[in-house]
C-alpha cells in the first residue's frame, strides 16, 4: 500500500492570489527565518496579503509577509516584522524564474505558508496578472460550473436518469 504524504499544517493562506492572478506554475520552498518567527508561525499568525517576491543578485527574497513578534521572545528575539526574507531555492530554480520574471509579463507571488515536516515552506508562484474584467469572467465561469454541477446531482438523486 502506498505511503500517504505527512500532513501540512497550514499557517497562512494568501485567498486573494487565486482571484487576482492566473497561476503560471508553483514551487515550494524553504525560508531563511529567526527563532522567535518560527515559534510566531507556529502560532498562525503570519499574514501574506500583500507579499511578493523578487529576483536580486542570484537570489529571492520575500517582501511584506508580516510575522507578527513572539510574545515571550522578550526584546531580544524579535525582529522587524515586514523585513525581507531570503527564499530558499535550487541556483537552477532562481535562474530559471528570474530569467522568466524579465522576460514575461509574470510575477513571484507567495499563495500559502505551512509547516512540512517541521521546516516552515512557502508554496510561491510565477503568476500573471488579471485584469477587472478576467476576474469577472472567472468568477462567472465558477458559477455556471457550480449550477451545471448541483443540475447534475439532482437529476442523479431524483432518478430521472435511470434506464428501465
Not at 505511503?3 to 487565486?18: D, I, S
Not at 520575500?62 to 525582529?79: I, T
Not at 477587472?132 to 439532482?154: G, M, N, P, T, Y
Request: overall charge positive; charged content about 35%.
Amino acid at each position: 500500500m502506498p505511503e500517504k504524504p505527512p500532513p501540512r499544517k497550514l499557517v497562512a493562506q494568501n485567498r486573494k492570489a487565486r482571484h487576482d492572478f492566473d497561476v503560471v506554475d508553483t514551487v515550494e520552498c524553504g525560508m531563511v527565518l529567526t527563532g522567535s518567527e518560527v515559534k510566531s508561525l507556529r502560532e498562525g499568525t503570519a499574514q501574506l496579503k500583500e507579499a511578493f517576491a523578487r529576483a536580486e543578485d542570484g537570489e529571492i527574497w520575500l517582501y511584506g509577509m508580516h510575522v507578527p513578534p513572539y510574545a515571550q521572545a522578550g526584546g531580544y528575539g524579535n525582529v522587524d516584522p515586514d523585513r525581507r526574507r531570503k527564499l530558499l531555492l535550487h541556483r537552477k530554480q532562481i535562474k530559471e524564474w528570474s530569467d522568466r520574471t524579465a522576460r514575461e509579463a509574470v510575477t513571484m507571488v507567495p499563495l500559502s505558508v505551512y509547516f512540512k515536516e517541521g521546516r516552515a515552506k512557502l508554496e510561491l508562484a510565477l503568476a500573471r496578472g488579471r485584469k477587472r474584467w478576467d476576474k469577472r469572467q472567472v468568477i462567472a465561469q465558477r458559477d455556471s460550473d457550480r449550477e451545471a454541477q448541483r443540475a447534475h446531482r439532482e437529476r442523479n438523486k431524483s432518478g430521472t436518469n435511470r434506464h428501465d
